[in-house]
């Protein structure tokens, strides 16, 4: 498959939608039989265009994934221009939050627009080709995607395994374990059915932007490990470590989740995006614009000025909890560390000063550098409101994989494998190995590796460390000035409760359907 495909059926899917939703304010007669869900995902390329659809979802839904589950972490302040700025992800990073929140309505629902997305090409394409097949497996993946993140997040949202007739409009709420099974149940099929592809080699860019064969072993290993089936979970982690098809990234850190290196060895998925001027607007994303420094209350100089995209906005904001964590683990002038995150010294260094008389909340005077927004990711630099990038959207990668596997093992029994995937990772962070691994390690180096990038929320609920690390989250909330911290807001109800192991079910589902019970304490 050539990747021009994905990138041409989603823009049709997108157009044609746009079109559709014209045609309904026009008083245009139709003629003849328009056609229907009977009379579609008859051919391969009908069941290429629903995937099509289901990627269009998938994309759409990144937004609330990047924002909502980084803001709920320990890693970042919510940020922003002023105090209120975006009151929603305020209220999520400091545990303000209602059932009415909107991001976590948002999420909840694209979830269920996945699946159904999913739902129409199993339930509707015949696994009569080689294609099909190939379309199936992919829908059972993502479908079991959106269920991992509603089960580990929500609790006891519904199974919806099917396309549901008007009956059946208002399920009740699932169990947990039902849940996970059913997820385990997509994987293995989807595994199973030998339609998904392996990389020709870790450097494989094509093949790494649909779903492969280890894509979904590695999502089988996680939901083993998110149950405390670690001996599973070993099991089917080692099957991509050992397949050779991904691998570290051994180019310059800080530039690895760069659009330059799209599709990367280390890529597990990500989101496509195409740095092509014509098509910009379909791949327009508020995504990035958000992340970026807070250009307004900046001044950029030299090489800041000459690589930095201005125009962003100010939000997630690292914490200097995450930066010590940093120099606990390796001293302050650690390659990782550097390729992480930066002082406000370090900025000034770099060409960057706080404007005089202004200031910046939710923030301490760290900056996220990994992510930091180039000029060379845009499409087109529009300095006014920067939201044309060719930046990937980043889901999964190997370092992922290889900590999820350490921990498998360790709990497994297997501590030389744990240390030997740990020291992996420290290898590539320029880190000393370690002669011995324990449980403490591997959370602290997969916080350093992957922040930022929606694993850690999870992770600490799963561990049972949610009050530990979040507990006191949003009593004070910081603003950055030239001269330095203040302390200027406090909230009188904050933190992370023992209602917090699992999200609200939005409140709009609970009020159209009797069948649902809220989770506790909500």
């Known amino acids: 498959m050539k990747k021009s495909f994905l990138y041409i059926a989603m823009a049709s899917v997108l157009l044609a939608g746009g ?27 009908e069941a290429k265009e629903a995937l099509a659809s289901l990627y269009v979802a998938l994309k759409g839904s990144y937004f609330n994934w990047f924002f909502m589950k980084n803001c709920l972490s320990d890693d ?22 209602g059932t009415d929140d909107g991001s976590v309505a948002g999420y909840y629902q694209s979830m269920y627009g996945i699946i159904y997305q999913a739902n129409l090409i199993v339930d509707q394409v015949k696994g009569d080709t080689p294609e099909k097949k190939r379309c199936i497996a992919e829908a059972k993946f993502y479908r079991a995607w959106a269920d991992f993140e509603l089960v580990s997040l929500w609790g006891t949202a519904p199974i ?3 396309l549901l007739a008007p009956s059946e409009y208002r399920p009740g709420n699932s169990k947990p374990e039902e849940m996970w099974a059913f997820i385990e149940k997509d994987l293995t099929e989807a595994i199973n059915a030998d339609a998904l592809p392996s990389k020709k080699d870790a450097d494989d860019r094509e093949t790494t932007i649909r779903v492969t064969r280890e894509l ?24 991509v470590i050992t397949s050779g098809k991904y691998a570290l990234f051994t180019g310059e850190y800080d530039m690895m989740q760069h659009a330059v290196n799209n599709n990367n060895c280390e890529s597990m998925i990500e989101w ?15 995504t990035y614009i958000m992340q970026g420094w807070r250009t307004d209350h900046l001044q950029y100089s030299g090489q800041a000025a000459a690589e930095i995209a201005q125009g962003t906005y100010g939000f997630c904001s690292p914490r200097k909890s995450l930066y ?28 960057i000063t706080l404007q005089a008389g202004v200031f910046l909340p939710g923030n301490e005077g760290y900056f996220f550098w990994k992510n930091r927004i180039l000029q060379s990711d845009l499409i087109i630099n529009f300095p006014a409101f920067q939201t044309m990038q060719y930046t990937d959207n980043r889901v999964m990668r190997y370092a992922e994989v290889l900590l999820l596997a350490a921990e498998a093992h360790l709990q497994a029994g297997n501590k030389a494998k744990a240390l030997e995937y740990v020291n992996q990772i420290r290898k590539r962070a320029k880190l000393p190995q370690l002669s011995d691994v324990t449980l403490e390690a591997i959370k602290t180096e997969k916080r350093l590796e992957l922040c930022l990038e929606g694993v850690r ?35 009188e109800s904050y933190g992370f409760k023992e209602r917090n192991k699992l ?18 304490n909500w």
């Not at 079109?19 to 245009?28: G, H, V």
């Not at 009151?87 to 939050?97: D, V």
């Not at 496509?272 to 508020?286: G, L, V």
Request: charged residues 25%; hydrophobic residues 30%.
């Open 76 to 97: 970042v302040w919510a940020g922003g221009g002023s105090r209120g700025d975006n009151a929603g992800l305020e209220k999520l990073n400091e545990y303000t939050f």
């Open 19 to 45: 079109l559709s939703s014209c045609e309904d304010r026009l008083d245009i007669a139709k003629h003849g039989n328009m056609g229907g869900q009977s009379d579609f995902y008859k051919t391969d390329q």
């Open 503 to 520: 999200l609200p079910i939005p409140l709009k589902e609970i009020n159209l359907n009797p069948n649902m019970k809220q989770n506790p």
């Open 216 to 239: 979904a072993e590695a999502l089988l290993g996680k939901a083993y490990v998110f149950q405390g089936k670690y001996k599973e979970g070993a099991a089917e982690l080692e099957k």
């Open 160 to 162: 919806v395994d099917h």
């Open 324 to 351: 010590d964590a940093f120099v606990a683990a390796e001293g302050k002038d650690g390659y990782r560390l550097k390729s992480t995150m930066r002082t406000y010294e370090q900025m000034k260094a770099y060409g």
């Open 457 to 491: 929320y999870q992770d600490l609920v799963r561990w049972g460390d949610g009050e530990k690390m979040l507990g006191r989250q949003g009593k004070e909330i910081p603003s950055f000035t030239t001269t330095g911290v203040e302390w200027n807001y406090k909230n």
């Open 272 to 286: 496509q995006s195409r740095n092509d001027p014509k098509q910009a607007n379909t791949f327009m994303s508020m």
